[in-house]
């Protein structure tokens, strides 16, 4: 059982990144997933989730209209799409999964982090 973060990388900034989230072992449709980051001597901070059921969506003040959740259930995977980055979206960027219809803490699943670093 196993959650894969992938998809980051090093970005200008203005740029985009899409952050993928695959799931193996158990299947992604009864969970609700959210992407959370965190920046060198910061606190984690949770950017988004989408639902389980309905594809309801959450965004951070601070990446609402840039950033977007999708889920693809027949591939087992959610994106997080990341357009217009700036330097201060850069952070470990890690996603979870939460068992039911919306994301809480504690999770059941998380990934091991993927590395999003905006710079020019």
């Known amino acids: 059982v196993q959650l894969q973060a992938s998809g980051g990388g090093l970005v200008q900034p203005g740029g985009s990144l899409r952050l993928s989230c695959a799931a193996s072992?158990?299947?992604?449709?009864?969970?609700?997933i959210g992407w959370y980051r965190q920046a060198p001597g910061k606190e984690r901070e949770e950017v988004s989730c989408?639902?389980?059921?309905?594809?309801?969506?959450y965004y951070d003040d601070l990446v609402k209209g840039r950033f977007t959740i999708s889920r693809d259930n027949a591939e087992n995977t959610v994106y997080l799409q990341m357009n217009s980055l700036k330097p201060g979206d850069t952070a470990v960027y890690y996603c979870?999964?939460?068992?039911?219809?919306?994301?809480?803490?504690?999770?059941?699943?998380w990934g091991q982090g993927t590395l999003v670093t905006v710079s020019s």
């Open positions: 072992g158990f299947t992604l449709d009864y969970f609700a």
């Open positions: 979870a999964a939460s068992k039911g219809t919306w994301c809480r803490d504690p999770y059941d699943y």
């Open positions: 989408i639902s389980s059921n309905d594809n309801r969506t």
